[in-house]
């Protein structure tokens, strides 16, 4: 398995080598019959294929907007009460409903704008996801003033609006997502923001009247839109319809009847108003079980699959390809992520190798493992730790600046960019090469901080032996970067007691090791000193400048602590004038490692 091949190879096997190669190779006629993605009209399906006005084959590359328009408790480090209603109401019950009612105004304002539609462009994405909450568009059941009619919202048509102008400057297709369904179309409550005491989207039928409604109302609204790319009707159904009570998320029902119903009555009513958009429909189970399902009913049709925690092995991909030829129908990742560079550097080779494109989850939130991550703040941070149960309730004037501030800093140019996440999608999966995580130009005083290792896969760059989550594979967790910050790869990466003093590599263990693309303004012998720390002298370390070792199996001291840190010098260290790779090799771990400084 891939996976396997790139967690426990420390230097590039013939057999990566290869992978790599025929990868490339496939992906070079992929991407030869996609580009370019301009104005080619309304995409289609097309036997097995995505394809647009001319027949090209388009491997959609996307990025869902999670935590837009419908909120999720772990998007705002929340550890339980993830509803965006009962978010919404913690909110109220500190600073008071006029106050919250700004928080929401402010939130919905920055959190998607052009400049992240810009951002998505330069990076190589090519569609969005959005994921669309309903009271947006049209009122609640219970809150429509004639029982069985519409009232329709227009903030939700509004935001769609500007986002698909965005999103036609940039020339990125525009995927809808209805993500929380009138009544909620699951028990995985959070992702559609579901009310368990109020009658589900399957338990009414007025619900399911405003769902078909509200998706005729887009077709129209949009049947003359070719960056629109398809209508994604019903996001991740989890419902137990033959034994709520045992498998009350629907993984294993075998009829789905209520659910194929539903999806042929939003697609008979889209067509009355809509010929020509895509229709993406999504299995049970959370997207992935298309019992009963088929035939399909449509010849406009892509079905949608979710991927997280697994291996990216051909065998992840068997069930996606056996629907697709069946069916004769093109296969869709609508939703994967939420894991390490190394398994999205895996998924996304699997992928495009097999022609399915995929759409990301999500774009930015507080957490490393997306491009673009939001800025806590301490008054925020005492919000959350009073929700989370591990601090006194704040101020209403407290909740109130942290609140702000949050959703001040959604917008853009306040997110922190993480370029290896990025890398790991766009060049990692094709390239073996390494590349500078910074510019790091060494003389006699520089610093060079650890964490500030070589882009690129592992096994290159560095080699790690805890790399990703595969526990729907493996039933067992594995943190991949334990520290969850800073970056994203399998490193482990901690922060200081001091938050001043930034990061370090942590929990490190033998045989991995660190590269760094250095360039030396003058030649000759260098001292190194490393600054580590640990809680006996067991560790060694090794140092290699272009492969050749400078330095093997040397202690490291008890320093009195895994957090007291203390400089290992290593003298006579020769380094050449200009560009070279340094590597720290840990022959034994259980140490950590903070930086490099460099002395003559």
Known sequence: MTSVTIAVQPYPSPQLKLTLLISSLCLLLICISTQPTFAQGFLKAEGQKIVNEKGENVLLRGMGFGGWMVQEGYMLG??????????????????????????????????????????MKDWGFNSVRLPMHFNLYTLPVAQEPVAGQQTWIEQGFAMTDSLLAWCKEYQLYLILDLHAAPGGQGNDLNISDRDP????????????????????????RYVNEPWVGAYDIINEPNWGFEDLANDKNGIKEQKNIALRKLMVEITSAIREVDQRHMVIIEGNGWGNNYNGIFPLWDKNMVLSFHKYWAFNDQASVAGMEKARTEQNVPVWLGETGENSNVWFTEAIRLFERNNIGWAW????????????????????????????????????AIAEKGLMQLAEDLKTEHNIFHQDVVDAMFRQPFSSETKPFKDHIIQSGSVLAAVDYDLGINGQAYFDLDTADYHVSTQKTTLGNRGRIYRNDGVDISRHIAPEQGYFVSDTEPGEWLQYTINVKEKGRYTLSLNVASADSKGEISVLVNGKKQLENQVVPHTGGMHVFKPLMIKGIQLSEGTQQLKIYINKGGFNFSDLRFGR
């Open 197 to 220: 005491n109020a009658s589900s989207l399957w338990d009414s039928e007025a619900n399911q009247q405003k769902t078909v409604a509200l998706w005729r109302k887009l077709a129209e």
């Open 361 to 396: 989850w999500p774009l930015k939130k507080l957490g490393n493992n997306n491009p673009l991550q939001v800025r806590s703040n301490p008054d925020y941070d005492a919000v959350l730790k009073y929700w989370n149960g591990a601090g006194e309730r704040p101020s209403s």
């Open 78 to 119: 929340l550890n339980g009460g993830g509803q965006q209603f009962v978010i919404r109401e913690k909110i109220k019950d500190l600073i008071g409903e006029d106050k919250t009612r700004l928080f929401y105004k402010s939130w919905l304002k920055n959190h998607t704008r052009k400049s992240d539609i810009k951002a």
